[in-house]
Nanobody, 122 residues
Framework: QVQLVESGGGLVQAGGSLRLSCAAS????????MGWYRQAPGKQRDLVAD???????NYADSVKGRFTISRDNAKNTVYLQMNSLKPEDTAVYYC????????????????WGQGTQVTVSS
């Protein structure tokens, strides 16, 4: 199996910055896309940004120009730099990857982290 461990969430004032990190570990054969989703109370989980192993990125319109996603393939780690944070960015942020495990090398599966809380005060 593949495990994702997130870090970097917390409380910040509007206009501030936070950097989230997510490291993948376990029985990894290969990692395809890595990304971040978020879920606010009472709302569905939505994509924030993702990045392919080739470095192509995709952002939600609401975060374009403020958030930057990057990854270190050697460390199986993805980062989310969040600048100019707004109260509406408050949510639990989940790391996600599509990866192939050594125990099932013919399957590309979805894996999720446990989530990290980001709270932006006004």
């Amino acid at each position: 199996q593949v495990q994702l461990v997130e870090s970097g969430g917390g409380l910040v004032q509007a206009g501030g910055s936070l950097r989230l990190s997510c490291a993948a570990s376990g029985s990894i054969f290969s990692i395809n896309i890595m990304g971040w989703y978020r879920q606010a109370p009472g709302k569905q989980r939505d994509l924030v940004a993702d990045i392919t192993n080739g470095g192509s990125t995709n952002y939600a319109d609401s975060v374009k120009g403020r958030f930057t996603i990057s990854r270190d393939n050697a460390k199986n780690t993805v980062y989310l730099q969040m600048n100019s944070l707004k109260p509406e960015d408050t949510a639990v942020y989940y790391c996600h990857t599509k990866a192939v495990s050594l125990t099932a090398i013919f399957q590309l599966n979805d894996y999720w982290g446990q989530g990290t809380q980001v709270t932006v005060s006004s």
